[in-house]
């Protein structure tokens, strides 16, 4: 009976202690996918290759969001890149480094809620709503031609650049450390809670793969600790139109987007893209 009576006792402490457990991802959810950062990584950004300017835009509830947009010199229209960042990402390094990057193309770079000078609270459906915005606006510039325009995301932003793949007819799409979804990686690194009934920011980027129609290039650090490479593979075998997939020597998560391989290999990829439409437009 004492037994019983201990083995219940014991159960009912571990019960508690999961129960604490699955509040505490719950409630520390948007902490723990979310890490805006607000101060600039670059306190002048310009880039050297094309006019920069700061923008702020309202989204459909207000929100102001801030951002830059860069333009070619020379007369358009051009083709045109939106720029999705990571986790931990301010995006103003993007408007140093286009003229490598994106070299004859408008591009688009905005912080995402919360980060930067960017109003209001990070959120999934936030990103993607405010992404279709942002490609429509693009859209719509004078010197952006319309049937050219590349979607290219970051970690956290690989998620939002599918979803916007996919929303909007997007010319070409590049994916740095994608994964095939956070739902995924969360079920990794919390085995003993139910994630799949508390995370509502999901980026279940692998339920839209078979679907992209654009040609997609997807580009890997060679040690990545934040986004295990088996998830990328999931990601990588459902894609329907990929283009290459490429690991990035020397590189890990947090390093990969600014070398200069990597700058080189999406320029070069995008030029050749956006060549090929000029081509047969």
Known sequence: MKHTTKMAGAAGILSVLWLSLTAAVAASQRRLLFNPKIKREVDRPRSSGHRTRPIVLRTADGTKLSGWLMTPS?????????????????????ARDAGKLFPGMAVLAVNYRGYGDSQGDPAEQHMIDDGRMLYDWLAERSHVDPERIAVVGRSLGSGVAVQIAMARPAH???????????????????RAVPVEYVLRHRFESIKYASALKAPTYVLRAATDDVVPHSHTDLLV???????????????????IPYLESTQERIAAFLKARFAIAAHQA
Do not use: N
């Not at 450390?177 to 969360?186: F, G, R, V």
């Open 74 to 94: 020379v007369m358009g229209p051009h083709p045109a890149v939106l720029y999705f960042g990571g986790r931990s990402e301010e995006v103003s390094w993007i």
């Open 172 to 190: 070409s799409v590049v994916l740095i450390t994608p994964y095939d979804s956070i739902l995924a990686i969360a079920k990794r690194r919390f």
């Open 237 to 255: 075998a459902q894609l329907a139109q990929l283009h290459s997939d490429e690991t990035i020597p020397d590189s890990d998560h947090l390093t």
